[in-house]
């Protein structure tokens, strides 16, 4: 999962997504645009969407951290063995 701050509303959910170096503001499945930082992302969704009446400062949303990516065996092997050189 990407880092993300998140606010429900009324209206739908309402994202902004860590995109690479850029931010994604997403109001629910539709992609707002993409922006260089949260902020103006913020911007462009309280603008696509006053009714939805969203905080102003990005500390009043919830804020998802990166996960880290899970790497799963695909082999049902304990261990692989390799065999060595002489």
Do not use: K, T
């Amino acid at each position: 999962m990407l880092a993300q701050y998140v606010c429900p509303s009324r209206l739908g959910l309402f994202r902004i997504v860590r995109h690479g170096r850029r931010w994604r503001a997403i109001h629910e499945q539709v992609e707002i645009g993409r922006f260089e930082c949260e902020r103006d992302a913020l911007e462009a969704l309280r603008a696509h969407c006053p009714r939805a009446r969203l905080p102003r400062q990005l500390e009043r949303w919830r804020f998802l951290p990166q996960l880290a990516m899970i790497h799963a065996r695909a082999s049902n092997e304990d261990s692989m063995h390799w065999p060595l050189q002489a």
